[in-house]
């Protein structure tokens, strides 16, 4: 169980989390909404303890990110993919989805080379094993992307807008994979703009304004009148995206 | 007669020697950075065939080491053209056409910066050729050129440490003089060192405090 | 005078072999010069107090302190002290002493131009501050800094003329036997010159080449 409970987060005056209460149970996919500097990617950021809390806990399966002796087992329970990828440039596709496996979790390079192929093959990337970051489109760049998450074999997939650094075509190609992902039980918690595609893969949507989550609904709910529809902000901003 | 202690001579010796690179790196400054300016400035009004010669011997001279340059001049000179070359007038002529060399790649860049157009301008305005390059080009060329200037000048001052090995009395070569009575090496090379740490920390400075107000006034350029 | 070459070409096999061993120099000091240049960088990078001044007035010292007083130092200064070794050695040590002031600066800048979000991506996925550095951050900034680290190369093999002043006979030592066997100290000096130059334009063109083929997989990322 991944646990965000009564999560605070300042950046010097400014208050960009205010009491932020979560829960995503294994194999659930969450979507977060939120217009921008809601504070959505911070909270991603605070899960995979790339920011300090000022205030609340996480815990990742029992695990709390802000106490250091535990930080290590925390991560290796989730994986992060980023927005611009992050790849390491100066490693091929496969180095860049074995190098933890291999150092982390001290798996036989073999071992860790063949899953990361078939890690490759399963987002149709297997001849593309050799090739630098430099030499992949944008969408491929997001698969090796989400192999190097799963290579961790992560209970919690953290994705912070996979897809807004990419064009129409290959955004298609990531969100196929994503779907395929939700279908087979991965749990994920999903920082998206996409609505349509949060509504058709998520269980749950949770909608953030100024740091506070103010909407905590199963998919259905948070797009009916009675429901999440009912929050004059979440009806604005839903207007405002399908505007776009 | 032999002293292999350090007496309180000794410290007039090295002041003199200090006097003598001081001296020989701002007289050699000055005719570099005019020499350097000018061909610069010449290369701007696009002479024929003289910008390709200007070019190879400043490539040359920033490209081989400044003692090879200097045996050159001190050794070769007097045998190939039979004047007679003293260690300090060698000294003289072979720094300031290095430094010359190097302050003519960044008069060029420099001017290079202003761009064309800007001058063409001034020029529609009536503004004289000389005009233009005082009240248009000089001033941004020397806002745009005193950073590497001082970093030149830093490492030039350094590099007039090389002229003690054909015999000029400089701060080196009395240290080379103290080292060989003595025979302390590390008290004399760390004192030596020190006051060219102090003479470069001396230029730096300068050169900080001049950047800091050709910048102010040109704030505006955002440079 | 006539200005005649031919009188070198019973010495070309002699010079050959003093550009020989400024080559080996060279290159012994450019490995002992990254070595220590990465050591500084990683100091001056760090988060500890003292090892960042101390890797500041390291940088500081030997950039502004001439490299003939440097060597002198320690020519003249190791025997002093009980450690005997030999002019190719002080050479080479000298070299990577003063060359690694300059090759952290290179190094320091690569780390520091990393893309933080690649730095994250490899502390979110667990790995450790060490294999982060060995495995992340060092291969990045070696190859982005190949150009600069160019640079302190070719200073390198002008500053490695300085040598022949602690008899080391590398190409400018050989040089000066040349010129003063054959009496024709313009004609040798003139050539080295050339051969200088032609020799680190070769180099820069090395490197020129080598930046190419490491950065060819990063392009993008990198400029
Ligand atoms: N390191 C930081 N220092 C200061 N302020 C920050 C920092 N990181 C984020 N913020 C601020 O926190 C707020 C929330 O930022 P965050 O990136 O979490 O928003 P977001 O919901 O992800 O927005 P977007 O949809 O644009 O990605 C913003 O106002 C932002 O300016
Ligand atoms: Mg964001």
Known sequence: ?244 | MRFTQFTPYDLVLLAQGLGVTVGLFLLTSLIGLLAGTVLGVVRYYRVPGLTQAVTFVTELLKNSPVLVQLFLVFFGFPAFFHLNVGPVQAAVITLSANTAAFVYVIAVSAIESIGRDQVEAARVFGLSRWQVLRHVIAPQAAAFSIGPLTALLVNQLQVTSLISVIGVMDLAKIGATLNLRTLKPFIVWSVVGLLYYLAAKLVAGVGARIEHRLRAHSAFRGL | MRFDLSVLVPHLGFLASGAMLTAAVCGLALVGSVVLGMAVAIARTSSGGWARRAAYAYVDLFRNVPFIVQLFFFYYGLPEIGIYIDAFTTGVIALSIAGGAYASDAIRAGILAIDNGILEAAEVSGLSKRVTFTRIVLPIALRTSVRPLGSVLINMILTSSILSTITLNELTGQAKIVASDTFRPFEVYFVLLVVYAALTYLVSIGIALLHRRLNRDLMGQVS
């Open chain 1, 1 to 244: 169980m991944l646990n965000v409970e009564n999560v605070r987060k300042t950046f010097g005056a400014v208050t960009v989390l205010d009491g932020v209460n979560l829960t995503v149970k294994p194999g659930e996919v969450v979507s977060v909404l939120g217009s921008s500097g809601s504070g959505k990617s911070t909270l991603i950021r605070c899960i995979n303890g790339l920011e300090r809390l000022d205030g609340g806990r996480i815990t990742v399966d029992g695990f709390d990110v802000s106490r250091p002796k535990e930080l290590a087992e925390a991560r290796k329970r989730s994986g992060t993919v980023f927005q611009l990828f992050n790849l390491y440039p100066h490693m091929t596709a496969l180095r860049n989805i074995t190098l933890a496996p291999i150092e982390v979790l001290k798996r036989p390079k073999a071992e860790a080379e063949a899953e990361g192929r078939a890690l490759l093959a399963s987002v149709g990337l297997e001849d593309r094993a050799d090739a630098y970051p430099a030499q992949l489109s944008g969408g491929q760049r997001q698969r090796v992307g989400i192999c190097r998450a799963l290579a961790m074999k992560p209970s919690y997939l953290l994705l912070d807008e996979v897809t807004s650094a990419l064009d129409p075509e290959m955004t298609a190609e990531v969100l196929n994979i994503l779907a395929k992902l939700a279908g087979n039980g991965t749990t994920m918690v999903f920082v998206t703009h996409e609505i349509e595609f949060a509504r058709q893969i998520s269980d749950r949507i949770v909608f953030l304004e100024k740091g506070v989550l103010l909407v905590d609904l199963p998919t259905r709910d948070f797009f009916a009148q009675d429901g999440g529809l009912a929050q004059p902000r979440v009806a604005q901003f839903l207007s405002k995206m399908r505007k776009d």
